[in-house]
């Protein structure tokens, strides 16, 4: 092997000098008994290596000397001063004396040898060994599967491994009294129950070394300081783990169990839900169906409601035009009575000027009412007829003046539009009251000549329609006399 490999290989993979140091400590409760019994007790340290052992021990007050075949390793222990050998382990253990140590040490060592040689340093051992003195054997744990399987041949110097059994047989067989296992280097957390243990944790993580530590026979005075720590246990092994991991499995069972029940609890809380739901949804479907058939109902009403307010709308639309029609024959009335009230006005100018003809009239009228009575009734006024209607006859071809003949005009004018109009008539005959009475005669003859005679109670002439303006003026006078005769 080219020099200096294996000690770059050691600084690597089997870890710091620190780290080393502090795992040999699981050693100290086997070394304290031999400070007790004697003064700088010898140890002698097989295949030293860097020389953690020894300083470890040189330190606790033995005696120590390693042998190491390896020079790079030794270059360790010469850098710090301990006392090392180049050699052989089974040569220099048979160049010793029998019974000159208390303690032969071979810290991963045995599983670099071949078996024969093994029996060999384990015999030499014995013999070297003083009564109540250790042997201490530490190799890589195969148990451990993980370094059974992969980790043990990361060392190409590596033999194979060796089964704790097959080591602890050896010793007991070739004649040491009584052999401790100590599994060593598993991780602290495993120590604590509550840390969880999952299957990979179960296979690659109970103690990756184990050592066994063989006792030469002695004295019970002498066995005796060294039964507690043989009474002790050491580290984890795979079983310890898989039961654990068992147990946790159990407890995930467990778990999974109660999941498992708190979800069918859910699962029937849910599908009571899911069954209170459907039936609400039922139920609200029910109530959906009820909404629209009112819904339907409503909008029937409202589409009639719509056709209503159509016909409504149409109604007002006539009622519009109506109303628009109404207006126009407003104006149509309002524009009468404006004439009308214009004809009034006309007829008022004209009533100053012929009431001072009326004044001088009505002086001789009841005279004259006695006159034309007796007139009247006499034989003469119907002999004369003919005479009265030439006179009618020569009367009427007078000439009018221009200005009475429009005032004539625009009166009959009035006169037919009242007539055409029923519903005029109490308003005309109203505005007629106020009137005199001589122009209420003149509005009634050119009624008499404007619209036909119609039938009533009353005595009028036979030729009324005939009569002149004049005359009928005296026939109005004559009749209104004659009435009040009568009252009287």
Known sequence: MVARFYRAFEDRHRGSRELILERLQAYMPFLG???????????????????????????????????????????????RGLPADLGDAVGALKARAAESASVISAFHLVEHIPFPALQDLVNEALRVLKPGGLLILETPNAENLFVGSNGFYMDPTHERPIPHLLLSFLTEFSGFERSKLLRLQEEAR??????????????????????????????????????????????????????????????????????????????????????????????????????????????????????????????????????????????????????????????????????????????????????????????????????????????????????ASKKRTLALKAINFVSARPFLKPYARTGIKFLPASLRAKLWALSVHAVAPVATGQATPANSSSLSLREAEIYMELKQAFERKESK
């Open 33 to 79: 008994p031999f400070l007790k019994l004697e003064n700088g007790p010898v140890a002698i340290d097989l295949g030293c290596g860097r020389g953690e052992w020894l300083e470890m021990v040189i330190g606790a007050g033995f005696t120590a000397r390693g042998v190491d075949l390896d020079e790079g390793m030794l270059e360790g222990c010469r850098t």
């Open 190 to 403: 495993l120590h604590d129950p509550a840390t969880p243990v999952d299957l990979i944790t179960a296979l690659g993580s109970s103690s990756p070394d184990y050592a066994i530590v063989a006792q030469k026979k002695a004295d019970d005075s002498v066995m005796s300081l060294f039964d507690e720590p043989f009474a002790q246990t050491f580290g984890i092994t795979p079983g310890e783990l898989a039961a654990r991991y068992d147990q946790s499995i159990e407890a995930r069972f467990q778990a999974v169990g109660t999941q498992m029940a708190e979800l069918t609890s859910t699962s029937e809380k849910f599908l009571e839900t899911i069954a209170q739901i459907t039936a609400e949804l039922g139920d609200t479907k029910y109530k959906n169906g009820y909404l629209e058939y009112h819904n339907g109902l409503l909008t029937s009403r409202n589409e009639a409601l719509e056709q209503q307010n159509f016909a409504l709308v149409e109604e007002h639309l006539t009622v519009s035009d109506e109303n628009k029609k109404l207006i126009a024959e407003h104006a149509d009335l309002e524009a009468v009575i404006q004439d009308l009230r214009s004809v009034v006005q006309n007829l008022q100018d004209g009533t100053h000027h012929l009431q001072a003809q009326l004044d001088g009239i009505a002086q001789d009228r009841h005279s004259m009412a006695a006159n034309l009575n007796a007139v009247v009734q006499s034989t003469s006024w119907r002999i004369t007829h003919p005479l009265r209607k030439l006179s009618s006859l020569v009367s009427r071809s007078k000439p009018v003046s221009r200005k």
